[in-house]
């Protein structure tokens, strides 16, 4: 098996799986595949493949024309997981959500809230216990762009808020998934 982050064609290809296989309770896309995958090595008892694939696929698994094309997929999902695994624990310098852009009015956009759906979907998989008073404002910074209660509060905030939300993410995420594993290396 492959190590390290996958590359542009395998993402690529991998986005283009989970759209062709899309159900309506299954992930949209490759960012709130890796928040997902994210959310479930934080746990305090991190979760496996095998246990997020109806989360990935929905009620109905998809119905592959090609076996070669399942395996390819378990085989990159796995290699992407211990790529994620590898920066949490040992490379935080290193640890970048997957966020997704959108091109809007000729410019580009940062996407967040798919990477957030999908690291919620996590949390509550894993059924996190109740955190630290002091950690709740790191799972809220993720919240905000991951659950439906909060689009109004997204909706009510002007640019430079929206951006300063977004920069919150990726170090809640490290906190988070320093409480549980207790990384002291890591960044804070």
Known sequence: MATGPLN????????D???EHD?????????????LFTAALSSPSPLALDALKPVIWGETAPEW??????????????????DIAERLSRYPEQFEPLFG?????????LVVEEWCFGYMTGVALAEWPALPAELQPSLQAIALHGDVDEVEKLDGMDEIAYLQSTDE?????LRLYNHWHGNTSAIH
Do not use: H, T
């Open 8 to 15: 542009a064609d395998e993402i690529e290809w991998m986005e």
């Open 17 to 19: 799986v989970l759209m």
């Open 23 to 35: 159900s309506e309770d299954g992930l949209i896309d490759i960012s709130e595949l890796d928040g």
């Open 65 to 82: 024309d090609d076996p070669a094309d399942e395996q390819r997929f378990n085989s990159l999902a796995a290699q992407m997981m211990n």
């Open 101 to 109: 852009y959108r091109e809007m009015d000729g410019r580009e956009l």
């Open 169 to 173: 993410i990726q170090p809640a995420a």
